[in-house]
């Protein structure tokens, strides 16, 4: 079985492309590798190395898109724990990112520590249902 999700139609999954589209060809994205940016300037994109930013044409989001593999493997230490994208299948995601965690033995949330995602961490690994942890 093939589990698929959809959230937007057709239409709104072009609009959201085309919208993306112009923000990386007007408004550019950051970034504070200067090797990243000889990459994007290699490749077509205008490069502003002052302000860190390139803008990313249209052509080359295109490219992009055309050459990026339609499917690939997350690599797992323990290979029966592989996850294939596209999957045929939904799986697990611990994330260790939450900036809050609830507090189950004072019944209130608080902020996050390192201890709590070390719990977390433990209990998704002796359920043995994840399929990858998110940093």
């Known amino acids: 079985m093939k589990t698929k999700c959809q959230f937007l139609s057709e239409d709104e999954q072009s609009k959201v492309h085309e919208k993306s589209i112009k923000i990386l060809e007007e408004i ?3 970034f ?10 290699k490749n077509g994109a205008k490069v502003d190395y002052s302000e860190k930013l390139a803008k990313i044409p249209r052509e080359m989001v ?3 898109l055309k050459t990026a593999p339609k499917s690939f493997v997350l690599g797992a230490r323990n290979p029966e724990f592989d996850v294939p994208y596209p999957a045929p299948y939904t799986g697990y995601v611990l994330d260790c990112g939450g900036v809050f965690t609830f507090d189950y033995k004072k019944g ?7 201890k709590d995602c070390e719990d977390a961490l433990r209990v998704f690994e002796e ?3 994840g399929s990858y942890i998110w940093p």
């Open 28 to 30: 550019g994205v950051k």
């Open 32 to 41: 504070l590798s200067a090797k990243a940016l000889k990459v994007l300037e």
């Open 62 to 64: 295109d490219q992009a």
């Open 108 to 114: 209130q949330r608080r902020y996050s520590t390192l």
């Open 127 to 129: 359920m043995s249902l």
